[in-house]
Nanobody
């Protein structure tokens, strides 16, 4: 069982930055790949960014490429999503997720259905 807790969301203005955190507890840090997803009102949950078990492989949605960065701190069992140059269309609840399905060491996963565990989400609201 993996327990995930997100934090760091808030209300910001367009162009501002935020850092979301996802603290994990359970199996060893390198056991699972991690991802960030988001869900806006009336829309389906969509992929944002992911990082492989090794921490080497990353993948981003086209809509956030160049603005968002995923990273991790193994000593703290915590993953981060750095959000820069925020836009109103980035407004959503952001979720972190863990995949324990034995993905390849350097492969980041962008498929929602490959994730087993989810956090409760943190709200990000960007005003224009």
């Amino acid at each position: 069982q993996v327990y995930l807790v997100e934090s760091g969301g808030g209300l910001v203005q367009a162009g501002d930055s935020l850092r979301l955190s996802c603290a994990a507890s359970g199996p060893p840090f390198s056991t699972y790949a991690m991802g960030w997803f988001r869900q806006a009102p009336g829309k389906e949950r969509e992929f944002v960014a992911a990082i492989s078990r090794s921490g080497v492989g990353t993948v981003y949605a086209d809509s956030v490429k160049g603005r968002f960065t995923i990273s991790r701190d193994g000593a703290k069992n915590t993953w981060y999503l750095h959000l820069n140059s925020l836009k109103p269309e980035d407004t959503a609840i952001y979720y972190c997720a863990a995949s324990t399905r034995g993905s390849s060491w350097n492969v980041a996963i962008d498929r929602k259905n490959d994730y087993d565990y989810w956090g409760q989400g943190t709200q990000v609201t960007v005003s224009s």
